[in-house]
């Protein structure tokens, strides 16, 4: 409402507003609401929009009060023209809840997909479009815009605006600020998957990365466009976060240089074509954990069965399905300074898995499954030749949780075993949280009930210490 209020006011108005607002270090629109608050007799001035206000709180219910990974980060989320535009609006609001301001541009193509309204509202910012506009020059200019951010994120990009960027263009708002920032600059392409495999696209996302651009996706999957499929999909708004939080991450790194393999989730035994055994395990500790050596440092290789929830970034993910690939997989990852076994494999597998789906025969009961041992793998590794510094088991039992996980201690040559009661009451198999003791030669370390990602973000600066312990 300023904003049309400003610009219909005559030249020596707008002349007097001009040095008023400069002389008070705020944007013509800030001095216009700051007049128009004391004339309501309000005279809350606003903060002025050159510095990025910190992320104003949102309602506890939008917050994910235990995870402000972006505090104070201020991100230019630049949105292009595609239709996965939609998914920026959540974006903004994944990235906020994380504690990050958002600043929003948007290319004019953008604008056809979603609204200024929806978007500014969301980012609790105002969204800047024009690359001529005298009061956005005049408030922080594209310059300010393109340096004043911790990363520019940009999410669609376009095939054009790759194009753009690859060949230096500035026409326009979104690939001006991309010319003059000096700032670590993500792009999530969305586009056709015949775009995407274009060879001008490819030429461009050579020349994008050799410029030291960092890319998330696209991912492979069903286009919002009628029945297309292929890789062109833009990364879902929380990969694209996590890639964020990784790229913005200034913590230390105990574990640079180190390797880890982590192993999660559960295992698919195969009866027949169409059945498996398998349990309940959703992979989230294994994956967090994976997640959180990362975060170290580590260069992380994480061994997963089939899970349904997102990869953790900076892992290198291969994804098996029985206990056999496991126990090759993590075979093949070896030599590694820690190992950190925390799949469910399953203790057993059909001995003679049958080609054909099994039918059931008139007049006979169903046939016996005839079960035989899975290799352990963390008792392989514990005992193998390239046997890591550091091997780490897990303990999943419903009785007797310390007296079992002793015994696994000593049986599968592990350094410390995390135990945990996964008893159905305790809700731990498959939830959010989790409450550990941790096994080792030295005694019993009660851990308090905790979310899985800190249970991770423990075990992983325990398992720092102990690797750098004695350099
Ligand atoms: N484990 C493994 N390979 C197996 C079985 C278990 O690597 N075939 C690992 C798990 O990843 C975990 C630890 O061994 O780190 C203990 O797993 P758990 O299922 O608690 O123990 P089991 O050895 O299967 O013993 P039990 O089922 O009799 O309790």
Known sequence: MATLTIRNLDEAAKQALRERAAKNG???????????????????????????????MMPMAARAAENQSLAGKRILLIISGGIAA???????????????SVRPVMTAAAQQFVTLLAVGALAADHVYIDLFSREDEQDVGHVRLARESDLICVAPATADLMAKMAHGLAGDLA?????????????????????????????????????????????????????????????????????????????????????AIVTSGPTHEPIDPVRYIA????????????????????????VSGPVVIPDPAGVEVVRVESAREMLDAVTLALPADVAVMVAAVADWRVAAQSDEKIKKKQGEGPQPLHLTENPDILKTVGHHEQRPRLVVGFAAETADVIANAQGKLARKGADFIVANDVSPETGIMGGDRNRVRIVSGAGVEEWPDLSKDEVAKRLAVKIAERITDGD
């Open 26 to 56: 705020r944007s013509m629109e800030e001095e216009m609401r700051s007049i128009l608050a004391g004339l309501s007799g309000n005279a809350t001035v606003p903060a002025p929009a050159q510095v990025y206000a910190p992320a104003p």
């Open 86 to 100: 939609y998914k920026s609006l959540d974006l903004i609001r994944r990235l906020r809840e994380r504690g990050a």
């Open 175 to 259: 690939s001006t600020v991309l010319l003059a920032t000096n700032q670590p600059v993500l792009i999530a392409p969305a586009m056709n998957p015949a775009m995407w495999s274009h060879p001008a696209t490819r030429r461009n996302t050579d020349v994008l990365s050799r410029d030291g651009i960092h890319m998330i996706g696209p991912m492979r999957g069903e286009m919002a466009e009628s029945g297309e499929a292929g890789e062109g999909r833009m990364a879902e708004p929380l990969e694209i976060v996590a890639a964020i939080e990784a790229l913005l991450d200034d913590t230390p790194k105990p574990l640079a240089g180190r390797k």
């Open 279 to 302: 349990n309940r395990s959703s992979g989230k500790q294994g994956h967090a954990i994976a997640g959180a050596l990362a975060r170290l440092g580590a260069d992380v290789t994480l």
